[in-house]
């Protein structure tokens, strides 16, 4: 099946620092990635829908000079939380679907915990 | 607007039981996806199932069933014959159809917490 593969699965850095997610469909070429944050027990919140060779388009509320995103290649997706701190300490995931139709499932990385110190 | 509700927070169970995780959701659209993910302790989001509003046949994969009403915006879960490997949280979620270009999104429910105890 589809294989999602997100890199790293864990950062602990010093607050200020800027930390760079990746996020790369192994075995399809993914138009369409998804970044995603989660606070324990909580469900996932949609931060930006990433779209190859185009800018991503930010959820009400995502700081987007915060957040970068950039998606350079049908592959590879990849989040930057620029000055980074503790507040910004979450559960990040990625997803990417197959297709542009919404009946594609999408498939998810393992995710990465940020921990700002 | 699109919502996805998951009433159970969380629910335990004893090995063998069978356990039925609700999902009720609101959409406007006639042509809509819903989708149930497993998420683990591990964190990684397993794809479940897949169902198109205009597929109300219920589906069945091992111990895994699903229960689609369109009569009550329903699309439960159930685990037959739980077992300890099935302790995850599990979130149903709501696409609507792709129309003009545009990529909507999936949104989810709350998750339910299924622990099944030995």
């Known amino acids: 099946g589809a294989v999602v593969s997100q890199h790293p699965s864990w950062v602990i850095c010093k607050s200020g620092t800027s930390v760079k997610i990746e996020c790369r469909s192994l075995?399809?070429?993914?138009?369409?990635m998804f970044w995603y944050r989660q606070f324990p027990k909580q469900s996932l919140m949609l931060m930006a829908t990433?779209?190859?060779?185009?800018?991503?388009?930010?959820e009400q509320g995502v700081e987007k000079d915060k957040f970068l995103i950039n998606h350079a290649s049908l592959t590879l997706s990849t989040l930057t939380v620029t000055s980074a701190h503790p507040e910004d300490s979450s559960f990040y995931i990625c997803s990417a679907r197959r297709g542009q139709g919404n009946n594609q499932p999408q498939h998810f990385g393992d995710g990465t915990r940020l921990s700002i110190l | 607007a699109q919502k996805v509700t998951q009433a159970q927070t969380e629910i335990s169970v004893v090995e063998k039981e069978d356990v039925t995780l609700d999902c009720v959701y609101e959409?406007?659209?006639?042509?809509?996806?819903l989708f149930w993910y497993k998420q683990p302790p591990s964190g990684e989001l397993v794809f479940l199932i897949r169902r198109n509003s205009f597929d109300e046949q219920n589906e069945i994969s091992g111990r895994y069933s699903w229960n689609f009403q369109k009569s009550t915006s329903s699309f439960n879960f159930t685990i037959t014959a739980s077992q300890v490997v099935d302790s995850a949280v599990y979130f149903c979620a709501l696409s609507e159809a792709f129309y003009g270009g545009a990529t909507n999104k999936l949104i989810f429910g709350t998750g339910t917490l299924l622990a099944v105890q030995p």
């Open positions: 075995d399809f070429q993914a138009t369409t």
């Open positions: 959409t406007r659209d006639t042509t809509y996806y």
């Open positions: 990433s779209n190859e060779g185009s800018k991503a388009t930010y």
